[in-house]
Every structure is written in structure tokens, then in C-alpha cells.
């Protein structure tokens, strides 16, 4: 399948925090896998079969659904969300499919649970930072007045106004970016399309953001979370039936601004970039759920993470910080194998 030149792939898979490692086969199946680049990542679909008829097709038509995401809500690009935004700036109402429409019902709950810590209509910010570029160039950063009006106009999905089929909102500078939540509800959806077609026993990898899933007392998939600053493992879980591991990075996407590293996430409080954590993993059954969470997580930094992981309700949350110290609960900790003695040293259960 086509995708940018193998250069530019292979940084970009060398960037994902998540690796698929060597796990129990299951007797008597094999493994197929699809690739492709989407949503600026490497994708990988991967099924467990029995002997016999290939799964390509169902692949195929999987791929092409999270292709079809991928162009539909990316807000940078023209499609539903860049013309919802122009709506929002001009005042309008627009027509909506129901499913975008579901997913900012749910987003604007994630958003309430965070704290406002997650806050996918601050796409106004992230575009004056410059952090929308497929590309991450160097520049300066966006100036104090810029980001004092967007920081005055609040913008919230609180502030969406759903009626019938069509949505409105009254801020004109509620600008939608769904980069922290659509990759997640993208897995998702690419899972429940492969169980519907009778796989299910299925793995689908868009950089940093994992769904797995497998049947009653069949083994797991086996996922390594990467050191963020170095090679090597931090840890490995075994997947169980129906599950995500999300990862998010200070370290992923970043621009040198004004000769300073600038993460991609911003506090949508201050509009400035989340500093304190380097990652964040959350293990989750819903990939989507766990996608808004490890961005929530990764701007609430070391002193309120606990408190945030328990306004979303996710139990099985591990953090790095600068210092390569590392947090985690303690439902994290019972999933978790360390990739070396030093790492089990630097962690802390909280
Ligand atoms: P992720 O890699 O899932 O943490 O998502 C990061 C992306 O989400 C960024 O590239 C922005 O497009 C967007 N974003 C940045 N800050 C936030 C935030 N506080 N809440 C929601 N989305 C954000
Ligand atoms: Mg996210």
C-alpha cells in the first residue's frame, strides 16, 4: 500500500511509543498483516486466522474505513471538520452525520471529566502554535496577544449547540481539532469492523495509539511501551480480550520555538505547551476513551494526574517524567512486566 517515501516512514516508526512484540501463537492459526500510513502515522493491521481462506478483503475494507476518518475529520484538511469550523466562524448551523455528531457528544463529556484538561476545541491555539503542520519546522512562538485572545474566548464543546442534525455554537472561535481523539475512536471503530467480518482476534497499531483484541482463553497480544528517550522497553503487558494501550508524548511532535522544544499538547488553560510529563499510558477498553486520556494526563503533569485519571475513570494509567521516574497505579503495575531492573528501580506506585 502507498505512503510517504520509506525515509520518512521509518523515522516516523522509530517515533512510535508502542511496539508489537513476539507474542504465544495460537496452534493452528497464522497471522496476516495490512500496512499503510494514515493520520500521519504508520497503520498496521494485524489478524490471527485459521487455516484457509485469506482475510484481505475484510483488511482491505478496514483500511479503507480509517482512511475515510482520516480524511473526514481532520480539521487542517478541507472535509466535515474544517467546514464545521468555517460555520462556527461565521455564525452558521451545519448539517452533521450522526457519528461526528456522537463523537462530540462524547468528547464534550471527556472534555467536562478532564477538567477541561482535554479541550478538542482549542484547534485555534494549536494552529497558532503552528503544531497542525504535517511537518514540524522551526519558528516562533505565537505572539502574547494572539494567544491572550484565544485564551479570553475560552472556546469549550460546551459551547456546541446540537439541534436535530445540526450544530451551531455561539463562540465564533470554537475551533474543532479532533488530533487528540480521532486515532482512538478510529481503533476502535477498525476493531468492531473486523469482529463483524468474524475476526476476532485482531490488532490494530496507529502510532502510539494499540487496539487488540482476542477471544476467551486465547492468548493476548504482547505490547511493548518504548523508552521515550533511549532504546530499549520500559515494560510489556499481554493484552486481555478487548483492550487499548494509548500512549501520548511530549516527545512525539514538537517544534523548536524560538530555539525552545514546544510539545504539540497545550493546557487549554494557559494555551502554552504541557511540560512535567514526557508520557503517559493508559490501558483501557475503550481506545477512545484511552486516546483523550493520555492527552488529559500528559497537560495535568506529575501533581494532578491521579486526580484527573479519576474524574475520567481510567484505572490503569503509567507516567515518565522528565527525570525518567516513573508513576503508576497499582492496577497498572499488576499488568505490567518492567524491560529492565533499572526501570522497576525509577518506579513508584501511587
Ligand atoms: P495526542 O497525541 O493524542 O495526545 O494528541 C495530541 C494532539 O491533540 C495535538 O497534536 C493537537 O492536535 C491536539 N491537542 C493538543 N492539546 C490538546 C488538549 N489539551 N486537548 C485536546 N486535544 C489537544
Ligand atoms: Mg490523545
Redesign the pocket.
Known amino acids: 500500500m502507498h505512503g510517504p517515501p520509506a525515509t520518512r516512514r521509518d523515522a516516523l516508526a522509530l517515533l512510535s511509543a508502542l511496539v508489537l512484540l513476539p507474542g504465544a501463537a495460537r496452534a493452528g492459526h497464522r497471522e496476516q498483516q495490512a500496512d499503510h500510513f494514515l493520520f500521519g502515522s504508520p497503520v498496521r493491521l494485524r489478524v490471527r486466522l485459521p487455516p484457509g481462506e485469506p482475510a484481505t478483503p475484510a483488511l482491505e475494507a478496514t483500511m479503507a474505513g480509517l482512511a475515510q476518518i482520516h480524511r473526514r475529520w481532520n480539521a487542517w484538511k478541507p472535509g466535515e471538520l474544517s467546514r464545521l469550523n468555517e460555520a462556527f466562524r461565521a455564525g452558521r448551523a451545519l448539517r452533521v452525520a450522526p457519528d461526528l455528531q456522537a463523537v462530540l457528544r462524547s468528547a464534550a463529556r471527556l472534555e467536562r471529566d478532564a477538567f477541561g484538561?482535554?479541550?478538542?476545541g482549542?484547534g485555534g491555539a494549536?494552529g497558532a502554535w503552528g503544531?497542525?503542520d504535517d511537518v514540524m519546522r522551526p519558528g516562533a512562538r505565537p505572539g502574547t496577544r494572539t494567544l491572550a485572545a484565544w485564551r479570553a474566548a475560552a472556546p469549550s464543546l460546551a459551547q456546541l449547540e446540537m439541534r436535530g442534525d445540526t450544530v451551531s455554537s455561539r463562540n465564533p472561535r470554537l475551533q474543532l481539532?479532533l488530533?487528540?481523539y480521532a486515532?482512538g475512536v478510529a481503533i476502535d471503530r477498525a476493531l468492531d469492523r473486523l469482529a463483524a467480518q468474524g475476526l476476532g482476534e485482531a490488532l490494530v497499531d496507529l502510532g502510539?495509539n494499540l487496539a487488540a483484541m482476542s477471544r476467551p482463553g486465547e492468548p493476548g497480544w504482547h505490547i511493548g511501551i518504548r523508552d521515550p528517550q533511549g532504546p530499549g522497553l520500559v515494560a510489556s503487558l499481554v493484552t486481555a480480550g478487548r483492550e487499548a494501550v494509548v500512549t501520548?508524548g511530549s516527545y512525539?511532535?514538537f517544534r523548536l520555538l524560538d530555539g525552545e522544544r514546544c510539545t504539540?499538547?497545550?493546557?487549554?488553560l494557559t494555551l502554552a505547551p504541557a511540560t512535567g510529563l514526557v508520557s503517559v499510558t493508559v490501558l483501557h477498553a475503550s481506545a477512545a476513551h484511552a486516546?483523550a486520556a493520555?492527552?488529559?494526563l500528559?497537560?495535568a503533569g506529575p501533581d494532578r494526574w491521579r486526580r484527573v485519571a479519576e474524574g475520567l475513570g481510567v484505572s490503569r494509567v503509567m507516567v515518565i517524567d522528565r527525570h525518567e521516574r516513573v508513576e503508576l497505579s497499582a492496577a497498572m503495575a499488576a499488568r505490567l512486566r518492567w524491560g529492565s531492573e533499572a526501570w522497576r528501580r525509577r518506579s513508584r506506585v501511587a
Open positions: 484538561l482535554f479541550n478538542p482549542i494549536v503544531f497542525h481539532d488530533g487528540g486515532k502510539g501520548s512525539e511532535r504539540h499538547i497545550l493546557d487549554p486516546d493520555a492527552t488529559a500528559l497537560v
